[in-house]
Nanobody, 121 residues
């Protein structure tokens, strides 16, 4: 498994921006697909974005969120712009072996502790 530590959550007004970061350790970073998921109360954790051999996004965040990775620093970031109240959730960083980019929670074997993002005026 990979140890993942997230940072960067917080409270932001609608239309604002936040940048989430995740630092990985314990497994060769370059051979992992890195992803972001989120969960709101009463709902299952849902896919947001992932970066491996390709990059995928949830439809509702396309054009607003950007996932990027720095393989030299073992970090993956999620830049979130034009945030909406419906983006409010706990965001989780995740990792899976291999560069086939999946979107299902069950495909990822390592998870961060989660960071709260609240979009509210």
């Amino acid at each position: 498994q990979v140890q993942l530590v997230e940072s960067g959550g917080g409270l932001v007004q609608p239309g604002g921006s936040l940048r989430l970061s995740c630092t990985a350790s314990g497994r060769t970073f370059t051979t992992n697909t890195m992803g972001w998921f989120r969960r709101t109360p009463g709902k299952e954790r849902e896919f947001v974005a992932a970066s491996g051999g390709t990059t995928l996004y949830k439809d509702s965040v396309k054009g607003r969120f950007t996932i990027s990775r720095d393989n030299a620093e073992n970090t993956v970031t999620l830049q979130m712009n034009n945030l909406k109240p419906e983006d409010t959730a706990v965001y989780y960083c995740a990792a899976k072996t291999g560069l086939w980019v999946g979107t299902r929670e069950s495909e990822f074997d390592s998870w961060g502790q989660g960071t709260q993002v609240t979009v509210s005026s």
